[in-house]
C-alpha cells in the first residue's frame, strides 16, 4: 500500500509539474503567497498558439484541493473509509465554461500535509509554513515548490501516509 501511494502522488505531480512547467508565470493566481501561508489552489494559462509570431494563451486552468467524494469538512469520517475529511486533487481546464473538463489527478489527499496538525496555528512539520494542507503550494520567487501527501491504512488498520515534493519551474512568461 504505501508503495502504491507513493506511485500516485509520483504521477500526481509529474501531470501537475506538466502543466505548471507551461504556465505563463504572471498568470498564477494566487501570486506570490508570503509563508507561513501556502496555496492549496492555483490558477494559471498555458501558451496554446502563436499569432503573428506572438504567444496566445488558452483559457484560465486550475489546480486545487477539493473533498473526496460522500466527504464534508467535519472532522468526521463520512464516507465510512476509516479516514477523515480526505482530499482529492483535480485539474480543471476552462475554469469559466460550465462544460469545463474536470480529472482527478489523485485522491486520498490527507486534510494535513505529513507531519502537520491540522488547525492548531503551528509550524509542526518546522519547514516554515503553518497548517499546510494534504496539497500545498509554496511561493520561492519564480519557482513553485508542491507537496503532496496521500494517505491510506495498512490491512490492519493503521494509517499510511507519503509525502511527495517537486520543486517547479513556470518557463512561459507574456510577451512585453
Given at each position: 500500500?504505501?508503495?502504491?501511494?507513493?506511485?500516485?502522488?509520483?504521477?500526481?505531480?509529474?501531470?501537475?509539474?506538466?502543466?505548471?512547467?507551461?504556465?505563463?508565470?504572471?498568470?498564477?493566481?494566487p501570486?506570490?503567497?508570503?509563508?507561513?501561508?501556502?496555496?492549496?489552489?492555483?490558477?494559471?494559462?498555458?501558451?496554446?498558439?502563436?499569432?503573428?509570431?506572438?504567444?496566445?494563451?488558452?483559457?484560465?486552468?486550475?489546480?486545487?484541493?477539493?473533498?473526496d467524494?460522500?466527504?464534508?469538512?467535519?472532522?468526521?469520517?463520512?464516507?465510512?473509509d476509516?479516514?477523515i475529511d480526505?482530499?482529492?486533487?483535480?485539474?480543471?481546464?476552462?475554469i469559466?465554461?460550465?462544460?469545463?473538463?474536470?480529472?482527478?489527478?489523485?485522491?486520498?489527499?490527507?486534510?494535513a500535509?505529513?507531519?502537520e496538525?491540522?488547525g492548531?496555528?503551528?509550524?509542526?512539520?518546522?519547514?516554515?509554513?503553518?497548517d499546510?494542507?494534504?496539497f500545498?503550494?509554496?511561493?520561492?520567487d519564480?519557482?513553485?515548490?508542491?507537496?503532496?501527501?496521500l494517505?491510506?491504512?495498512?490491512?490492519?488498520?493503521?494509517?499510511?501516509?507519503?509525502?511527495?515534493?517537486?520543486?517547479?519551474?513556470?518557463?512561459n512568461?507574456?510577451?512585453?
Amino acid at each position: 500500500t504505501g508503495a502504491r501511494l507513493d506511485a500516485q502522488a509520483r504521477h500526481a505531480l509529474d501531470v501537475l509539474g506538466n502543466y505548471l512547467r507551461e504556465a505563463d508565470l504572471d498568470s498564477l493566481t494566487p501570486a506570490g503567497v508570503e509563508p507561513p501561508d501556502s496555496a492549496t489552489l492555483l490558477d494559471y494559462q498555458r501558451p496554446d498558439g502563436f499569432v503573428g509570431g506572438v504567444v496566445t494563451w488558452g483559457p484560465t486552468e486550475r489546480i486545487t484541493l477539493e473533498l473526496d467524494a460522500g466527504e464534508a469538512a467535519n472532522g468526521l469520517d463520512d464516507d465510512g473509509d476509516g479516514r477523515i475529511d480526505e482530499r482529492r486533487l483535480a485539474w480543471i481546464q476552462d475554469i469559466a465554461e460550465a462544460s469545463s473538463v474536470r480529472v482527478v489527478l489523485c485522491s486520498g489527499v490527507s486534510s494535513a500535509l505529513e507531519g502537520e496538525i491540522a488547525g492548531n496555528n503551528l509550524d509542526d512539520n518546522g519547514n516554515g509554513l503553518v497548517d499546510e494542507a494534504g496539497f500545498c503550494v509554496e511561493f520561492e520567487d519564480a519557482r513553485l515548490l508542491v507537496r503532496l501527501t496521500l494517505e491510506d491504512e495498512d490491512h490492519d488498520g493503521r494509517p499510511i501516509l507519503r509525502t511527495v515534493e517537486r520543486a517547479i519551474l513556470p518557463r512561459n512568461t507574456p510577451e512585453e
